[in-house]
């Protein structure tokens, strides 16, 4: 016992320990990928406003979609925040949000969750980068899964989408 090594035991506590611990968060960015113009009812390219490449939403039934796998060393959600700058000044906007995700070899629709414009608003501030936490309508996601988000402009203002930033342990 005299030699300063620590009991058998109290290293069998700290293992147990440390493989509960969620580890430091860490973070990526997925910018948008496509966009839907409800009124030419076909999807067109990005826009650019003050170097960033955009999703301009500025009708109703507007959409952009944007998707990326989940990292193998996922353990848990942190939050996930979709990125976009205010084209107005408005609160109470309605806006419906939907992710699909499944593993490989299953449907992408596996798991799907959807937040209703009816039932979901947002504020907007001109020319503002917010962001909008969507942490909460992802509930069974798990490592190596693929995410599929989409974003509506229901009956809201003028917003411009960046992407999904991804908070986890």
């Known amino acids: 016992m005299g030699d300063g090594a620590p009991p058998a035991q109290s290293i069998n506590i700290i293992r147990e320990t440390l493989n509960q611990a969620p580890g430091p968060t860490k973070q990526f960015f997925v910018p948008v990928g496509a966009r839907y113009d409800a ?4 999807y067109e390219p990005l826009a650019a406003y003050s170097g960033f490449s955009v999703a301009s939403l500025r009708i109703t039934n507007d959409y952009c979609n944007t998707n990326f796998k989940v990292p193998h060393d996922f353990k848990s959600i942190v939050s996930v925040y979709i990125l976009y700058i205010g084209r107005e000044t408005a609160s109470n906007q ?13 449907s992408p629709g596996t798991h799907l969750e959807s937040w209703s414009g009816a039932s ?18 992802i509930t069974s996601l798990t490592k190596d ?4 988000v989409e974003v509506l402009l229901y009956d809201g203002v003028d917003i411009d989408v960046i992407g999904i930033m991804f908070y986890y342990n």
């Open 145 to 148: 899964d693929y995410l599929g």
């Open 120 to 137: 979901y608003t947002y504020n907007v501030t001109n020319n503002t980068i917010e962001k909008l936490d969507i942490t909460t309508l």
């Open 94 to 106: 309605g806006i419906t949000l939907s992710v699909n995700y499944g593993a490989e070899g299953e």
């Open 39 to 42: 009124n030419t009812v076909a």
